[in-house]
């Protein structure tokens, strides 16, 4: 365990300066500093008391010698055993946004690494929740057709179950007294919500109205509501290097040697190629799960045979039956994404795939060339936004106007 640098991230994900903690604690801010820099080999245990007390850690929770924290209170998938590829100021960002509000969505196309991300987010700020992290998993329910008052209440039973309350007639808020559960300062995490999300919003506003201290974090590929909390859109891995790091690896191409395993023979050979190792991250978009589906295959196929082959989207899936259905294969997670869409959504995928390849430019207000002539501009502009919240096509980095598809979407497409 380094004490400084678990001193100054606790700090930093309650949004607090070294002079905040200090009013809090009743250390001086000097002592803060010095134990944030490590300079101080042999801290009193007064000093570290009033920090724990003041950062809101439990002794019984603190971490043991390997560094981690107890995690017994932590209820349902666990978190990441493998390190976070990208930066950590993210990450700690992330960890801060769900502590300074009650409800947080963390949105993004599928297999961007949502999951992962709030997992982690929960692990960093775990401290901050005094009755623990609960992750409800919400991919096997059935999508909403018509009314979400089922969909709500199967919710709220999920995680009624998983805090202990009992099931009642009476409101969730009469339960959570006679529970003694009124005060549980919890975080719960709602995995995996698009296709229910009415019934989820429902659900976290009734929640948060009968458990005033209860947070809750939600991951979906398209966004809820901006008016009960806040939503963060989850971004794909780096695709180039930064100046400042001096490794040439891009993010992409970590994860990707990540899963390989860094020491392994086939990592060592990928290497040997980083011209081939980034195109086959620029194809992918730098989208985490589809790196992953493709460091499997390169156990098995050398890398420029894969970039080759006219088979990638059938290479592009896995057999980690621990995923969902929907997310063992690109393929299957398309489906997925279009099963929630109209038929005049659908239409408009068709007609960008037509395109080959080319973007839709919607600056002034045109949809590039003919190809939306039948639908008008306000019709384009609006399903083109829709498709964009449901993670289905990315906006140009450069130029935020002009939209394409995800990667192998029309592949998929046809294969479907």
């Not at 009124?182 to 995490?189: A, D, K, P, T």
Request: proline content about 4%; charged content about 25%; overall charge neutral.
């Amino acid at each position: 365990m380094n004490l400084g640098k678990d001193l100054a991230e606790l700090r930093n994900i309650r949004g607090w300066t070294q002079e905040k903690l200090s009013e809090v604690s009743g250390l001086s801010v000097r002592t803060i500093r010095n134990l944030e820099r490590s300079q101080v080999q042999n801290p009193r245990r007064t000093s570290v008391d009033l920090l724990i007390r003041a950062l809101g850690v439990e002794e019984d929770r603190a971490p043991d010698s390997s560094g981690r924290p107890d995690l017994s209170q932590w209820q349902g998938l666990q978190p990441p055993v493998t390190p976070m590829i990208g930066s950590r100021a993210l990450h700690i960002e992330l960890a801060r946004t769900i502590c300074a509000n009650r409800l947080t969505t963390f949105v993004g196309t599928g297999g961007v690494g949502k999951t992962r991300h709030a997992l982690n987010a929960a692990y960093e700020s775990y401290y901050s929740f005094r009755d623990g992290v609960v992750v409800v998993e919400l991919g096997d329910m059935e999508p909403e057709r018509g009314s979400t008052s089922e969909q709500a209440a199967e919710v709220l039973d999920r995680v009624r179950r998983r805090i202990g309350l009992t099931p009642t007639p009476d409101s969730l808020a009469v339960a959570a007294a006679e529970n003694n559960v009124y005060g549980m300062n919890r975080l719960v995490i709602l995995d995996n919500a698009e296709h229910v999300a009415g019934g989820v919003t429902a659900a976290a506003r009734e929640l948060l109205g009968a458990l005033p201290f209860l947070h809750i974090l939600i991951t979906t590929r398209r966004q809820l509501t901006d008016r009960l909390g806040v939503n963060r859109e989850i971004q794909p891995l780096g695709l180039h290097v930064d100046g400042a790091v001096r490794s040439r690896l891009t993010q992409s191409g970590e994860l990707v040697l990540q899963r390989l395993g860094e020491d392994s023979p086939v990592a060592a050979h990928v290497l040997r190629d980083l011209p081939a190792l980034d195109e086959l991250c620029e194809r992918l978009s730098g989208i985490p799960r589809y790196l992953e589906f493709a460091a499997e295959r390169l156990r098995t196929v050398p890398i420029r045979s894969l970039l080759a082959t006219e088979q990638v989207l059938q290479t592009l899936r896995t057999n980690d039956h621990a995923l969902l259905e929907h997310q063992r294969s690109l393929v299957s997670s398309v489906r997925w994404s279009l099963d929630l869409l109209s038929r005049r959504h659908r239409e408009m995928l068709a007609d960008m795939a037509a395109l080959d390849g080319r973007h839709v430019d919607l600056r002034g207000g045109v949809a590039q060339g003919d190809m939306l002539a039948t639908t008008g501009r306000a019709g384009a502009m609006t399903l083109v936004s829709d498709l964009l919240e449901s993670s289905l096509i990315l906006a140009d980095a450069a130029e935020p106007y002009r939209f394409r598809l995800l990667p192998y979407v029309k592949d998929a497409l046809e294969a479907i």
